[in-house]
């Protein structure tokens, strides 16, 4: 069975909650920050991107402020920061659970 | 120009999507014409092709959608089938259009239910058409010779029968494939992989299949319009059972009655209509009389019949007369017969490819039945003209 959405968010999904903590921003700035953000480990298919953008504003996550042209922002919603907060927390768990492991090696 | 002649699974991606870059090398690019998606012939090259589930309108993405894609390298090419997009990249190393297979396995849902709604659509129409088809031949075994008369079938409705179950054997078995594809496709991504194949054994059709396939639908297609413009040439005159309704009651059989019976009596009518291949035009007017609260009584009815042919009145005319019923001379009938049946009346009357029947809820009244008919006959004349 495999994981439904927002049960965990994937690594992509984490990142892409991320790039709108400190700023608005549009499609293109998405994959502009995780590029950065990443050093390019992360890349952001535009399906990916487009799919997960929707996902999020169905699920207010995130919400559009602005639309110029072809070019949308969106921003983070109070639920869409909680369930970044609580990934985090998650990962930061994981982070300690494997390096308390790997100390006692 | 050619059409895509892709034999597999339409929702198989990684199996198009491989058939489509094979198509590339060779010269060929899907491309969206006129009358749909069309392969057109150029410079063999390298193109990656993919797959994308839209749960939309048909037709192209949205300019958000559209100028993102483009930005990385992906252009829109066309509708692959029903809910499925096909995008292209010409570039040598394109950021793949999906990166995350779980957020990829979402468009799927939807594909997923549509597949199954559309199999299960498939099904009921199969039920209906065999359900028809058992109600036909029972009607033909057991049935009284009168109904077998009316609802034999022709032999293009025998054409018809077996030209639909080859063909909705095949689109079973091609929708059943949809699903099994759809399904497997979803849960490798769900679980976080990507296809690294066809998701289905590649099933090489028979040489002779596509072109039986092609001539049973044509068959099939022809065959409703056949259908179609025979019965709107034949039945250009048929009769809305509205019109039956306002014309209703033909004759005076309330005043008739009250007459008889020394007080005023109300009637209501109801008329029933039906078709059958050999009748284009049944129509039943039955004339109610309450008794008490909720029981009614049925005092006459009128059934009348416009069939195919006169040889085809003439079977139902002998089928509804018993041999030893009285022929009678009535005016516009070719032949007509009155006669006593249990506690009523009843009289029979055929012109051309025309039969009337009346059975009046009196016993005895075989004169009265043959005045009455006249009037019926004409009212059917005009109503039914």
Sequence with gaps: ?105 | MRKPKYSGSWYDSPAVEAWLEAQALEGWFLEVYVLGARMIQGEPRRVRYRLEPWNGPVGEPDEQQKALYEEMGWTYVCDWVSRLRVFRSTVPHPVELHTDPVAESWNYRPLNRAAALRLAALVLMAALVLFGLVLTIQKLLFASPRQQILYQLTPFDWVLYLLLLPVMVELFYSFWRDIVAIRRLTELLQSGLEPTGPLLRQRKPPRWLPPVRTALLTLLLVWIIGIYAMDHTSQRDYVPLEKWEKAAPVFDLEALESERLGEPVSLFTEVRGGWSPQAPQQVQLVYYRQIKKTQWRNELSQEYYRLRTPQVAQVLYDDLVPEDAEAVEAKGFTQAAVFPSRDRVIFVGRWENRVLLLNYNQEGELDLLEDLAPAAQAACEEVGS
């Design chain 1, 1 to 105: 069975m495999g994981r439904r959405a927002f049960e965990g968010l994937t690594e992509t999904m984490f990142y892409v909650l991320m790039a709108f903590l400190r700023a608005e921003r549009c499609g293109t700035e998405v994959v502009e920050f995780i590029r950065h953000k990443t050093r390019d480990r992360l890349t952001l298919g535009p399906g990916t991107l487009y799919t997960i953008l929707a996902k999020f504003q169905e699920e207010q996550l995130i919400e559009e402020t602005a639309v110029e042209g072809r070019k949308r922002t969106y921003r983070i919603t109070e639920k869409g920061r909680a369930l970044y907060h609580e990934e985090l927390e998650r990962l930061r768990s994981c982070v300690i659970d494997g390096e308390s492991e790997e100390a006692m090696v």
